[in-house]
């Protein structure tokens, strides 16, 4: 079965600029969560959707945004792009009914995000 | 005080040793708790969950889960060069949301 699907796999950037990541859930998981990885912070959280909408959010500034779509895709935003955006973004889906939890993430692959 | 704490190591072992990897949490309303691995340049990888105090073994690994010391450890018998790796800790609270700890570095030597 296919896993987390992650697209772009590399982007660069400049500062002040926008970007669009992409996430294709595992087929059947409708929860999506995003997560940025730095050498120095590690996981990081930022984000979770169920069913198109946002249940969870950590503690980054509005730059950094989300959707889900009714097909379980999710995107993420980030605008206005900062030199500390440098960084890993890892998506990642599991299997969660609406009242409970079943096992844990499966993440993707990530996108690689460079600023310059 | 972090949320969930970690010796950064490196944590070196020889082949064929047993790895212990520790991990506390402040958080004493996280109800499940995972461990994954990840390599370098890689995305992190589900190795083992547990949701009970206790012991979970599953082959060579073994989870401990001990809540009331919100303490949580991963054993890794007969270490292997594979198994050479950042471990992450990772409790979760309740819904949908994990909180990694920085990450052990483990590495087995030949």
């Known amino acids: 079965k296919a896993g987390v699907t992650q697209t772009p796999r590399y982007l660069i950037k400049t500062r002040g600029q926008q970007v669009t990541l992409s996430c294709s859930p595992i087929?059947?998981?409708?929860?999506v969560s995003w997560y940025q990885q730095t050498p120095g912070q590690g996981l990081q959280f930022l984000f979770e959707?169920?069913?198109?909408?946002?249940?969870n959010k950590g503690n980054f500034p509005g730059r950094f945004s989300g959707r889900q779509f009714s097909n379980s895709r999710s995107e993420m935003n980030v605008s206005t792009l900062e030199l500390g955006d440098s960084a890993l973004y890892l998506c990642?889906?599991?299997?969660?009914?609406?009242?409970?939890?079943?096992?844990?993430?499966?993440f993707g692959s990530g996108t690689r995000l460079t600023v310059v | 005080q972090k949320e969930v704490e970690q010796n950064s190591g490196p944590l070196s072992v020889p082949e064929g040793a047993i790895a212990s990897l520790n991990c506390t949490y402040s958080?004493?309303?996280?109800?499940?708790f995972f461990w994954y691995r990840q390599y370098s340049g890689k995305s992190p990888e589900l190795i083992m969950s547990?949701?009970?105090?206790g012991d979970k073994e599953d082959g060579r690994f073994t989870a401990q889960l001990n809540k009331a010391s919100q303490y949580v450890s991963l054993l890794i018998r007969d270490s292997q060069p594979s198994d050479s790796a950042t471990y992450l800790c990772a409790p979760r609270r309740g819904g949908n949301k994990l909180t990694f700890g920085t990450g052990t570095q483990l590495k087995v030597e030949l």
């Open positions: 959707y169920f069913s198109e909408t946002q249940r």
């Open positions: 547990i949701y009970s105090n």
């Open positions: 087929s059947g998981h409708r929860s």
């Open positions: 958080d004493r309303g996280s109800q499940s």
């Open positions: 990642a889906s599991s299997l969660l009914t609406g009242g409970g939890e079943v096992g844990g993430y499966t």
